[in-house]
């Protein structure tokens, strides 16, 4: 990750680089910590964490805000930890997104942890997903269908467990 920082700077920041760029994504909590906020990404057909793209902002903790927000509805969120939670390198296959190809590429990732108040409104994002709610921590397993993820969701979540 910092030698393609080093190598291609800002144009990280947008998604015309089109081998890889950054991405800002959260695991939200509920305060006693046995739920986790998820959406049903329509790409991916699964259970997943909000997060999206930089598009030239390098305050990657705003950029995984204003996906919560967008695709959840929830603005009232609460950093846990300090900061940054975790850093990934996560593929990206092939894919269509509005009738346009996208090649596989790689999301340099920045991930933080939000706690927030499981009793506030929620809203889907149509063009994102088609579904938002609060998961049981102990069977996520059962709603996420991308294996991959899976570690990646239970390491923050023990994390958020420790703030």
């Not at 910590?33 to 964490?49: E, P, V």
């Not at 805000?65 to 846990?80: N, V």
Request: glycine share 8%.
């Amino acid at each position: 990750m910092l030698q393609m920082i080093a190598r291609e700077g800002d144009r990280l920041l947008v998604r015309e680089c089109a081998y890889a760029h950054m991405t800002a994504s959260s695991i939200i909590v509920s305060r006693d910590r046995k739920k986790t906020l998820m959406a049903f990404h329509r790409i991916y057909n699964s259970w997943a964490w909000t997060g999206g793209h930089a598009d030239g902002e390098g305050d990657f903790e705003a950029v995984a805000r204003r996906e919560a927000q967008e695709e959840t509805g929830i603005c009232d969120l609460r950093l846990l930890g300090g900061g940054i939670a975790s850093l990934e390198v996560l593929p990206v296959w092939a894919h269509m997104r509005r009738g346009q190809m996208v090649g596989s590429h790689l999301h340099l990732n920045v991930s933080y942890l939000f706690e927030a108040d499981e009793t506030l409104p929620l809203h889907t994002a149509a063009e994102e997903n088609s579904a938002v709610g609060w998961l049981d921590i102990r069977t996520l397993a059962d709603a996420v269908t991308e294996p991959d993820m899976l570690p990646i969701y239970a390491r923050l979540l023990d994390r958020a467990n420790n703030c």
